[in-house]
């Protein structure tokens, strides 16, 4: 029989589960194959020298490099002859050479030298290192991960190519909003989901932790969350002085950006600024950031800083007692257990993330091309909404 007093225990909680088509992002499972089909950040474009460079991707261990005529490469790191890892390779005028029998790699993965082959190695051409293809844009380096029949245009941003005079274009990759170490480590649709939560804003960056954003944030906003072409959105409206109102858009965008606008409302516009999240493996991501900036050191400025300091300057103590963005999501656990979740009303927008992510994943299955990759320039060009304004 139930003793009833002790009904909700923690010896009856049922085994905890995370949903794997949602959250696993290596080769072969449901969501690492949908995410394939897009282009991601690997670096930004000053990563990328004749320095090797060791990079992860989507549960893939890369080394990154540029040869001595300007061309970035990302290959596998153990060498196609026996093994050894490219990290240790020296770069030259046309590619990467394994330290341990020299075998020479151009930034495609083909084999141009055997040196202690006859001939220079007869049979080289039939080797081919696996690589990936590679783009620079926006300051930072893209790589596509997926099949090579399904390779997509490079998208066009209108957050990144529409600059007002005076304006460039400036790339970071220190962390979630500037407040923790670059490498985050849990799962990285906690990071993504909370794009479209814009409640934890008054909670936990305003009345819990003390003021890390403006005062125009500090209200409780009236929020509506909607799925767009390609993602989505959520408006959130907030009064504002002489009975106007203040409307914050902010955008979950497939594969993984987000686009928010600045929490510190300096001005009235659109975002200035894209993030991406990077998943590196199931349980670590980071953040690429790029954004229109008017100074240089621009983006830096964005970052939540706490009393004045960073947040690699708190104490333990100080973490617990004001937490941020970091705590509150790597607190979630490495995967978090979404079958322990309870979502809510204001929990809209994550349920309708879901809800799409699991749409791309099962037209992935089924052979489709899932939201927002394009196949010609005109379709590589997205508009975004997301923005502060003032109505
Ligand atoms: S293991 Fe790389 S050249 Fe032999
Ligand atoms: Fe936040």
């Given at each position: ?16 589960r ?31 020298t ?6 992860q991707?989507?549960?893939e261990?890369l080394?990154?490099?540029?040869d001595r ?103 970071d ?17 906690q ?21 890390q ?29 002489g ?10 965008v ?55 300091r ?37 929990d ?19 052979g ?24």
């Amino acid at each position: 029989m139930t003793d009833e007093t002790l009904r909700g225990c923690g010896y009856d909680r049922p085994a905890p589960r995370f949903e794997e088509r949602l959250a696993l992002v290596s080769r072969g499972t449901p969501m690492g194959e949908c995410l394939r089909r897009y282009w991601h950040p690997v670096g930004l474009v000053g990563d990328a020298t004749e320095v090797p460079r060791r990079v992860q991707a989507l549960g893939e261990d890369l080394i990154l490099f540029r040869d001595r005529s300007g061309r970035p490469g990302l290959l596998h790191p153990r060498c196609a002859h026996r093994g050894s890892s490219l990290y240790y390779g020296k770069v030259d005028e046309r590619g990467i050479r394994c330290c341990y029998h020299g075998w020479l790699f151009d930034v495609e993965g083909h084999c141009l030298e055997q040196p202690c082959e006859p001939g220079g190695g007869k049979s080289r051409r039939v080797i081919r290192q696996p690589w990936y293809p590679v783009a620079e844009r926006y300051g930072l380096i893209f790589a596509y991960l997926g099949p090579a029949d399904r390779r997509p245009q490079f998208p066009r941003y209108s957050v990144l190519e529409e600059l007002s005079p005076g304006e460039w274009l400036e790339a970071d990759d220190s962390s979630i909003g500037g407040a923790g170490p670059a490498i985050i480590p849990c799962n990285w649709l906690q990071h993504f989901e909370n794009v479209v939560d814009p409640f934890h804003v008054p909670i936990l960056h305003g009345s819990f932790s003390g003021p890390q954003f403006v005062s125009q944030m500090a209200p409780l906003p009236q929020v509506d969350f909607h799925t767009t072409p390609r993602g989505v959105m959520s408006i959130q409206r907030r009064p504002a002085e002489g009975g106007r109102t203040f409307r914050r858009q902010t955008e979950a965008v497939l594969p993984t950006l987000r686009v928010v606008p600045s929490p510190r409302v300096g001005s009235f516009q659109s975002a200035e600024a894209i993030g991406w999240v990077l998943p590196l493996d199931d349980t670590h991501f980071r953040i690429y950031v790029v954004g229109r900036v008017k100074e240089p050191g621009a983006l830096a400025k964005m970052r939540s800083t706490f009393g004045g300091r960073q947040w690699t300057e708190l104490t333990e103590a100080e973490h617990q007692q004001m937490p941020g963005d970091y705590e509150a999501q790597v607190g979630q656990g490495s995967i978090t257990w979404h079958s322990e979740e309870h979502l809510t009303g204001t929990d809209r927008g994550i349920a309708l993330l879901r809800r799409l992510l699991r749409q791309q994943v099962e037209v992935v299955a089924q052979g489709g091309n899932p939201l927002g990759v394009a196949f010609s320039e005109a379709e590589a060009k997205v508009s975004l909404e997301a923005g502060n304004f003032l109505d």
